[in-house]
């Protein structure tokens, strides 16, 4: 199972550009996918797709599954389910707690009242208004240590080589 993203509430019109950067950040930061709830977009599913033959890594993007029925089968399958929320329990708290089979959820508007009741743990990252993407990058590096920034990824055509100054990409092939 791993560690996989649920964004709800994806308004196409208004929340392109946010969502494609909470599927990059998921992506770069240690998680194994991400399911767009209730709406299809074939665009970013291809765009992830092009994003990993380039840069390497397995990361899918799978849409239009309804939140409620991703949540209830991923708990079935044994699974928790993390609602990334500035309401929830302090993230600290928390994650000596968490496992690694994780379904993590984020908003693009207000969430539906029934996922507070259907997540295992509601988890605040900070405890101001602040953006979906920022608390999931902060989440996925405390749960991952930090592991995920040295990770490497398979299958790369290009790598960026570290610089102080410049941008230096490898091309592998």
Not at 125 to 152: C, I, K, M, T, Y
Request: hydrophobic share 40%; no cysteine; charged share 30%.
């Amino acid at each position: 199972m791993g560690v996989w993203v649920l964004r709800l509430g994806h308004r196409p019109f208004r929340d392109q550009r946010l969502t494609t950067h909470v599927a990059l950040t998921a992506r770069a930061f240690g998680a194994e996918g991400m399911i767009l709830a209730d709406r299809r977009d074939e665009a970013l599913e291809r765009e992830m797709e092009r994003m990993g033959r380039e840069w390497g890594g397995s990361f899918r993007v799978v849409s239009g599954r309804p939140w409620r029925e991703v949540v209830e089968e991923w708990k079935r399958e044994g699974g928790k389910v993390v609602h990334l929320t500035m309401y929830g329990r302090p993230l600290e708290e928390v994650l000596p707690r968490l496992p690694r089979d994780l379904l993590v959820v984020v908003g693009a508007e207000k969430v539906p009242g029934e996922l507070f009741e259907l997540a295992d743990f509601n988890v605040a990252v900070g405890n101001q208004p602040h953006s979906e993407v920022a608390a999931l990058a902060v989440f996925l590096d405390r749960l991952f240590g930090g592991e995920e920034l040295r990770r490497e990824f398979p299958g790369a055509r290009r790598r960026i080589v570290p610089s102080e100054r410049g941008k230096r990409v490898l091309e592998l092939g």
